[in-house]
T-cell receptor
Framework: GIQVEQSPPDLILQEGANSTLRCNFSDSVNNLQWFHQNPWGQLINLFY???GTKQNGRLSATTVATERYSLLYISSSQTTDSGVYFCAVRRGGGKSTFGDGTTLTVKP | NAGVTQTPKFQVLKTGQSMTLQCAQD?????MSWYRQDPGMGLRLIHYSVGAGITDQGEVPNGYNVSRSTTEDFPLRLLSAAPSQTSVYFC????????????????FGSGTRLTVV
């Protein structure tokens, strides 16, 4: 199956700092999403981004499908950004694979 | 529009008991799936379905059964609960993408926290 690697595994930031999270995948995909799991366990869709660049407020994401990676950018981080960020990929209508996540802690 | 509804939110079982975790979606999504998340880990796929009457195994299917008799519902059955099945279970749905423009992503339920003692 497809392998998904996320880096870094842990990230600690001071409020206001910027960060970049990376997701590498081992094969071509046509479905890639970024999720945020907040400290209460709730999973929130951030981006559906199999290719290209999208922005939503302080968050943006870029996927370079030909090079098999995606990046999630968080600018001017806030304490509410803390949690785990997951990348998930899928080919067609088949199995989906999640990375192990990046745990982000934003300190006030 | 309720999205994906999971019940119950919490459950404690004794070893050997059986139970069904319910998942329902009202978005007419073809694709539904069940994941488990163990402490400090990512999500692992248990079973998934690409449409009514079609199910397939994911990464960790042993000890679980599923069925998909309708588009809306995708229940997960634990046949004989074991302590190793203590976990948080998430149901998710999306358009399958087959034959469609892939413009949609997953919607997750709020999770079921299961403890097997």
């Amino acid at each position: 199956g497809i392998q998904v690697e996320q880096s870094p595994p842990d990230l600690i930031l001071q409020e206001g700092a910027n960060s970049t999270l990376r997701c590498n995948f081992s094969d071509s995909v046509n479905n890639l999403q970024w999720f945020h799991q907040n400290p209460w366990g709730q999973l929130i869709n951030l981006f559906y981004i199999p290719s290209g660049t999208k922005q939503n407020g302080r968050l943006s994401a870029t996927t370079v499908a030909t090079e098999r990676y995606s990046l999630l950018y968080i600018s001017s981080s806030q304490t509410t950004d803390s949690g785990v960020y997951f990348c998930a990929v899928r080919r067609g209508g088949g199995k989906s694979t999640f990375g192990d996540g990046t745990t982000l802690t934003v300190k006030p | 529009n309720a999205g994906v509804t999971q019940t119950p939110k919490f459950q404690v079982l004794k070893t050997g008991q059986s139970m069904t975790l319910q998942c329902a979606q009202d978005m007419n999504h073809e694709y539904m799936s069940w994941y488990r998340q163990d402490p400090g880990m990512g999500l692992r796929l248990i079973h998934y379905s690409v449409g009514a009457g079609i199910t397939d195994q994911g990464e960790v299917p042993n000890g679980y059964n599923v069925s998909r008799s309708t588009t809306e519902d995708f229940p997960l059955r634990l046949l004989s609960a074991a302590p190793s099945q203590t976990s948080v279970y998430f149901c998710a749905s999306s358009y399958s993408g087959q034959g469609k423009v892939l413009g949609y992503g997953y919607t997750f339920g709020s999770g079921t926290r299961l403890t097997v003692v």
